[in-house]
């Protein structure tokens, strides 16, 4: 995958929006308000996704390019290298999984 690519398939999913509001390399992708995914402009690319504790450590521990979240909680977020280590299928799936959880919190927070 791509900058390209990654920002397509994150605007592709309901609700989402995205911004700079850090700084002009970091681009956030938010759904309802929420990030889900944070990605860099330039430099070597990488993803941030949120991710269950459980399976952080477990993605973690399978694919070397998987790594504790740069500058977000360690527990619930991941950095993913885009280094072709990882299938663009997974990474899509993870996105998912993110957009998910950021979801569900927002179902919840609203009852």
């Not at 592709?12 to 509001?21: A, C, F, G």
């Not at 308000?33 to 973690?60: H, V």
Request: hydrophobic share 35%; net charge negative.
């Amino acid at each position: 995958m791509d900058i390209v690519e990654i920002r397509e398939y994150c605007l592709s999913k309901p609700n989402v929006t995205e911004s700079l509001p850090f700084d002009e390399d970091t681009l956030v992708f938010k759904v309802n308000g929420k990030m889900f995914a944070l990605t860099n402009l330039t430099g070597d690319l990488s993803l941030n996704l949120k991710c269950d504790p459980e399976k952080a450590i477990e993605l973690r521990e399978q694919y070397p390019a998987v790594v504790p979240g740069y500058h977000m909680s360690k527990v619930h977020w991941n950095t993913v290298w885009i280094d072709g280590s990882v299938p663009d299928k997974l990474i899509k799936e993870w996105i998912d999984d993110s957009y998910g959880l950021v979801c569900s919190k927002g179902k919840k927070a609203k009852r």
